[in-house]
Nanobody, 123 residues
Framework: QLQLVESGGGLVQPGGSLRLSCAPS????????IGWFRQAPGKEREGVSC????????HYADSVKGRFTISRDNAKNTVYLQMNSLKPEDTAVYYCAAGSPLDVWLQDEYDYWGQGTQVTVSS
């Protein structure tokens, strides 16, 4: 089964940084839009950031604009989410997803998902 693998999560103090990575198990990401989503305890999963296929256009949730940066390295077949100035409210399990969504924020339009990586922001 085709799958994505996230890595880079962990425990960080408020104001700190983490870089998440998303890589596929058996396919290339070149032809997919990639989205990062997160789910905090007791909350629904929400969109964080997405990068489109063709033009590489990036999208960010208002809550992370100016702090998070999504990028893709096609040579390494990896997508990254650089997270700076982390806040306790960023604590969640972070998932990456790949697909060809008409709307990058619609989770149902993504075909492949990872298992998630925990990010905890706490002093």
């Amino acid at each position: 089964q085709l799958q994505l693998v996230e890595s880079g999560g962990g425990l960080v103090q408020p104001g700190g940084s983490l870089r998440l990575s998303c890589a596929p198990s058996e396919f290339t990401l070149d032809y997919y839009a990639i989205g990062w989503f997160r789910q905090a305890p007791g909350k629904e999963r929400e969109g964080v950031s997405c990068i489109s296929i063709n033009d590489g256009r990036t999208h960010y949730a208002d809550s992370v604009k100016g702090r998070f940066t999504i990028s893709r390295d096609n040579a390494k077949n990896t997508v990254y989410l650089q997270m700076n100035s982390l806040k306790p409210e960023d604590t969640a399990v972070y998932y990456c997803a790949a697909g060809s969504p008409l709307d990058v924020w619609l989770q149902d339009e993504y075909d492949y998902w990872g298992q998630g990586t925990q990010v905890t922001v706490s002093s």
